[in-house]
C-alpha cells in the first residue's frame, strides 16, 4: 500500500523550503513565490510527489539540507549544523545517495568556502550523528553480503537497457526539471558560480556539479540529481526577481506553497491507493 497523505505534506514542506533557500539567498516575495511555484509545477514533483517512495523523500531531504546550510552562512547558528545532522542521518535511513551530496558538499566548501564551516565542532558532531545512526544499517548490508551494492549493478543494467544509460542521464535530468525550469536552474548555477554577490554560497554550484558528474560517470539515474533542483531554482529565481515574468509571478494566488498541496491532493483523490 502506497501512502499518499505523508508525500502530499514532504511535497508542499519542500515547496517552502525552496521558497525559504530564495529568501536567505536575498530574494524578495516574487523570486520566493517563483522558486516555490518552481517546486510545484516539476515534472518530478507531479510525477511522484504524491507518492512516498525514495524519489519524494530525496527532494525533500536534499532541500531541507541545503537550506540548513544556507541559513547557516547567513546566521553562523551553530545549532543549524546539528539540525543537518539529524536531517542527514534520516535521510541516509531512505537511501545511501544523500552521503554523495554531503560528501560533494564538504568538498565544496574546502575549496570554494566558507572554510570556517569546516571548523566548527557543531559541523563534526553532526557527522557523527548521520554516521552512529547509519551504522546499524552497514553492519546489516555486510553481514548479508552487501545486497545493495548487487542492487546497484542491476538498476545499472536496467538504466542502460531502458533509459540510455550515460547518454541519456543529463538530458533525462533536463526533461524532469521542466523544459522552462531548466532556464531558471541554469540561471541559478550561473548565478551560484559567478555572481559576486553570492560568492559565500558558490560551494553550492560546485557540489551540484560535483554530485551531477559522480552520478553521471557511474551511471546512476537521472532522478537522483533531482533534489539538486530547488536549490538551483531558487538562486535562479534571485537572479531573475527584477524581471516581469517573475514580477507576474509574484501576483499569483493562492502562494505556491499551497499550490503544490492543492497540486498532490487532488492526485491522492483522483487516485486512490487500492487495497489487495
Known amino acids: 500500500m502506497v501512502l499518499r497523505l505523508p508525500a502530499t505534506l514532504l511535497t508542499g514542506a519542500g515547496a517552502v523550503l525552496s521558497a525559504l533557500i530564495a529568501r536567505e539567498l536575498g530574494g524578495q516575495r516574487r523570486a520566493q513565490?517563483?522558486?516555490?511555484?518552481?517546486?510545484?509545477?516539476?515534472?518530478i514533483v507531479v510525477a511522484f510527489g504524491h507518492l512516498l517512495i525514495t524519489p519524494t523523500l530525496d527532494v525533500f531531504f536534499w532541500t531541507l539540507i541545503s537550506w540548513l546550510l544556507v541559513r547557516w552562512v547567513r546566521l553562523r547558528d551553530d545549532r543549524l549544523p546539528l539540525w543537518l545532522g539529524v536531517a542527514a542521518a534520516v535521510a541516509l535511513q531512505d537511501k545511501y545517495l544523500v552521503g554523495v551530496l554531503l560528501l560533494a558538499l564538504v568538498g565544496a566548501v574546502a575549496a570554494a568556502g566558507p572554510r570556517e564551516l569546516l571548523t566548527r565542532p557543531a559541523?563534526?558532531?553532526?557527522?557523527?550523528?548521520?554516521?552512529?545512526?547509519?551504522?546499524?544499517?552497514?553492519?546489516?548490508?555486510?553481514?548479508?553480503?552487501?545486497?545493495?551494492?548487487?542492487?546497484?549493478?542491476?538498476?545499472?543494467?536496467e538504466d542502460d537497457a531502458l533509459f540510455g544509460g550515460r547518454v541519456a542521464f543529463l538530458p533525462l535530468a533536463l526533461i524532469l526539471?521542466?523544459?522552462?525550469?531548466?532556464?531558471?536552474?541554469?540561471?541559478?548555477?550561473?548565478r551560484l558560480l559567478r555572481m559576486e554577490a553570492?560568492?559565500?554560497y558558490r560551494f553550492l554550484g560546485w557540489a551540484a556539479l560535483g554530485t551531477t558528474a559522480f552520478f553521471l560517470v557511474?551511471?546512476?539515474?537521472?532522478?537522483?540529481?533531482?533534489?539538486?533542483f530547488p536549490?538551483?531554482?531558487?538562486?535562479g529565481a534571485v537572479s531573475l526577481q527584477h524581471r516581469p515574468a517573475a514580477?507576474?509571478?509574484?501576483?499569483?494566488?493562492?502562494?505556491?506553497?499551497?499550490?503544490?498541496?492543492?497540486?498532490?491532493?487532488?492526485?491522492l483523490r483522483r487516485r486512490p491507493v487500492r487495497r489487495r
Open 198 to 200: 553570492l560568492r559565500g
Open 33 to 43: 513565490v517563483l522558486s516555490a511555484g518552481a517546486f510545484a509545477v516539476s515534472p
Open 231 to 235: 536549490t538551483l531554482w531558487a538562486a
Open 123 to 157: 559541523l563534526w558532531t553532526a557527522a557523527a550523528i548521520a554516521v552512529l545512526v547509519t551504522v546499524p544499517s552497514l553492519v546489516w548490508q555486510a553481514r548479508h553480503g552487501w545486497p545493495q551494492a548487487a542492487m546497484t549493478d542491476v538498476i545499472t543494467a
Open 218 to 228: 557511474t551511471d546512476g539515474r537521472a532522478y537522483y540529481v533531482a533534489g539538486l
Open 247 to 267: 514580477r507576474a509571478a509574484s501576483g499569483l494566488q493562492p502562494p505556491a506553497g499551497c499550490l503544490v498541496l492543492r497540486r498532490t491532493a487532488g492526485r
Open 177 to 190: 526539471s521542466g523544459f522552462p525550469l531548466v532556464l531558471l536552474m541554469c540561471a541559478g548555477l550561473w
